[in-house]
């Protein structure tokens, strides 16, 4: 059974940094790329960066220069650390991955298949 459990969010002011988490279990980590989205109150949940199994990376407009994706394969975990966050950055953060190996990220969260539970990120202006 695939999990993808998330940890890290959390309040922080606005120019402050972040660090997420994304474990996996139930499968082998690096055949498969990881992605993570962002729903905001109101809003639809869109792409902020994804991690292809071959560790090619892609950015959101948004959050490139200011968010880097990572992983560590030896610990089947995935990283979103967060700098020079703003207020328009509050979100539930969530990761995702598809059921399928060895394919590319997609931003359509309709490309994958497992999701984590989220984890809250507020930005105090």
């Known amino acids: 059974q695939v999990q993808l459990v998330e940890s890290g969010g959390g309040l922080v002011q606005a120019g402050g940094s972040l660090r997420l988490s994304c474990a996996q279990s139930?499968?082998?980590?690096?055949?498969?790329?990881m992605a993570w989205f962002r729903q905001a109150p109101g809003k639809e949940r869109e792409f902020v960066t994804a991690i292809s199994w071959s560790g090619d990376t892609s950015y959101a407009d948004s959050v490139k220069g200011r968010f880097t994706v990572s992983r560590v394969i030896a610990k089947n975990t995935v990283y979103l650390q967060m700098n020079s966050l703003k207020p328009e950055d509050t979100a539930v953060y969530y990761c995702?991955?598809?059921?399928?190996?060895?394919?590319?990220?997609?931003?359509?969260?309709?490309?994958?298949?497992?999701w984590g539970q989220g984890t809250q990120v507020t930005v105090s202006s």
């Open positions: 139930g499968r082998t980590f690096s055949r498969y790329t």
């Open positions: 995702a991955s598809p059921k399928t190996p060895y394919i590319a990220a997609s931003i359509a969260p309709s490309a994958y298949d497992y």
